[in-house]
């Protein structure tokens, strides 16, 4: 008997012949080059708020990002709301809790981006209308009050807030000119944001310093002890547990020299808090939470850091997700008029803001998806695909991964048969994805596209497709409409393989299954497989009738190839 594969015979849909084994799509999977906006990354545009104990309404937002810079003067006895020179007299803010007023303002303004589909930066601070003044925040109790406050509202929306840039102290809430802003009181206010937010939350502060103030791993001026592979750090990262992992950075000096305008350099000599510590410590706690600022002019001499070329090395390391569009233009403006001269094959010829902006973030690639050619109705579908993760940093937010397969009149949503992460498909990483989707058992025959969708909450029918995520290979390939990304074609083909409880119409091989059995009629080879191929029965040369016992087969889903001598028909057999 010539034994054969059950996955290598041959249907027939639409005219065309077609096989079960997994096959290369034609699909474009290169990097189009396309700037595109996904949730959580990429230049931000900034909207100052100016809060007042009662009588607020939201502020618009626009952007794909928007950085809310959110005053609070008017809840510090130390902030100057105006000054009446003629009358000689000045109005200060009061220290006291936040209203409800001004809360419920604030989370509309988070709805409201949410409306619209896009996510924020969110920076409180009380500095008025965001003008530079200094010494302006309340004491320290105050301070943790409001953030007590604040917290709740974080952690309602968490799917909304990019990024949670602690501020509060000094001018801008840059943790500068303040006489309050001391490491000691910020990495309190920062453990006590940690406590009152929910874990998808992640708080940055201004400068790795105030970080290694909280971990305790200083000794005055010696900031040896932030090495992440010194022991003092080991042991600090140890006790902190995961809430290590949700402490981040933001740098309003990005790129301005060396030191990043005094945002490293610090401490005693042969022991400082060195460019080299920060990048470290960024690449290895931060890798999945954002990290990014304000671009600056160049204050480097000869040696300018704020170049494409120097942000396609570090920009991976410290896994930079946003910048403000708005600081530095001319900086930005250059990098459009430049040609971008670092190493990436894909970018050759392309302007260096090109660059920059299709990197900051994650940006996935589709570079393989194998599918089968056919499949049937209720059938367990393989699918395994490749993807790259071009961008300079991961993915920071969970995602619900479904397929979605139409044929252009009806719409399934599949979840995948195993657990798929894309927090997982990490920066300069390519990662292969196998997984399966058991079809639905009532799909008719004919062709029908598979997507890969990433969203929110994995229903395209009532989720307005809300921060889904679109790949960077060619728009053509990405349904606005479903929110999914295009890995393919299959046919539906169920009448040419049959069903193992019906009788053959085409064939003189009559066949029928009950009680865990397979009753044979006019039938001259079967073969019993499992899903790997591996033979389980056998049996040539019958004639007339035949019962096969399923009893001593342990599988619970067998494929079944039946022959009359002429021709031959296959179908997989869940018992």
């Not at 996955?7 to 799509?25: D, G, K, T």
């Not at 474009?28 to 990354?41: F, Q, R, S």
């Not at 809790?97 to 969110?122: H, N």
Request: proline residues 4%; hydrophobic residues 35%.
């Amino acid at each position: 008997m010539v034994r054969v594969n059950p996955y290598s015979l041959v249907f027939w849909c639409s005219f065309a012949p077609l096989s079960a084994e997994p096959h290369l799509q034609n699909i474009d999977y290169t990097d189009a080059l396309e700037v595109i906006e996904n949730p959580y990354v990429g230049f931000y545009r900034p909207v100052v708020k100016h809060f007042t104990i009662d009588g607020n309404s939201p502020s618009n937002t626009w952007g794909n990002v928007t950085h809310l810079r959110m005053d609070i003067s008017a809840f510090s006895d130390n902030a100057v709301l105006s000054v009446d020179k003629a009358n000689n007299d000045t109005t200060w803010g009061v220290s006291q809790p936040l209203t409800q007023d001004m809360l419920d303002a604030f989370e509309a303004m988070l709805d409201g981006i949410r409306k619209r589909g896009k996510t924020a930066i969110v920076r409180f601070a009380y500095d008025p209308w965001y003008n530079g003044t200094k010494n302006c925040d309340p004491n320290q109790s105050v301070i943790l009050l409001h953030l007590k406050q604040l917290g709740e509202i974080y952690s309602r929306n968490s799917d909304v807030i990019t990024f949670v840039e602690l501020g509060m102290y000094g001018s801008w809430g840059e943790m500068h000119s303040s006489s309050n802003g001391s490491n000691e009181n910020i990495a309190e206010a920062l453990q006590t944001l940690l406590k009152n937010t929910s874990p998808e939350i992640k708080i940055g502060v201004r400068r790795p310093d105030i970080v290694a103030c909280w971990l305790k791993v200083n000794d005055g001026n010696d900031y040896s002890g932030f090495d992440i592979d010194s022991e003092k750090f080991k042991e600090a990262a140890a006790a902190k547990g995961d809430t290590i992992y949700r402490v981040g950075m933001y740098n309003d000096g990005y790129l301005g020299s060396y030191s990043d305008l005094g945002t490293v350099g610090m401490g005693a000599s042969g022991h400082q808090m060195t460019r080299e510590l920060m990048v470290k410590w960024l690449n290895e706690y931060s890798s999945h939470t954002p990290y990014g600022g304000e671009l600056v002019a160049n204050y480097n001499g000869d040696s300018p850091i704020n170049t494409p070329t120097y942000l396609s090395v570090e920009g991976f390391q410290t896994h930079t997700s946003y910048l403000n569009y708005e600081w530095h233009q001319p900086t930005i403006l250059a990098w459009k008029d430049s040609v971008f001269q670092g190493h990436d094959a894909e970018y050759n010829g392309v302007d260096g803001y090109t660059y920059v902006v299709n990197h900051i973030g994650y940006r996935f690639i589709l570079r393989e998806s194998l599918l089968p050619e056919r499949s049937s109705s209720s059938d367990v579908l393989p699918i395994e695909l490749v993807v790259e993760n071009v961008g300079f940093a991961n993915l920071s937010k969970q995602k619900k991964v479904t397929f979605v397969l139409t044929d252009g009149t009806d719409t399934y949503e599949l979840p995948a048969d195993d657990v798929i992460d894309p927090q997982e498909w990490l920066s300069r990483r390519k990662v292969t994805v196998k997984t399966s989707i058991t079809l639905p058992s009532d799909l008719a025959d004919g062709r029908y596209k598979l997507y890969l969708r990433l969203s929110e909450q994995g229903d395209w029918q009532t989720d307005g497709n809300l921060y889904c995520i679109q790949f960077g290979n060619p728009s053509l390939q990405y349904d606005k409409n479903i929110g999914a990304n295009y890995i393919g074609e299959i046919c539906i083909e169920n009448d040419a393989t049959g069903l193992l409880n019906n009788v053959s119409k085409d064939m003189n091989c009559l066949y029928s299954s009950k009680d865990d059995a397979l009753y044979l009629s006019q039938c001259r080879e079967i073969g019993i497989y499992s899903m790997s191929g591996e033979c389980l029965y056998e049996k040539t040369g019958m004639e007339g009738g035949f019962i096969v016992n399923l009893e001593p087969i342990t599988e619970k889903t067998i494929i079944v190839t039946i022959t009359d001598g002429k021709r031959r028909i296959t179908k997989k057999y869940r018992r």
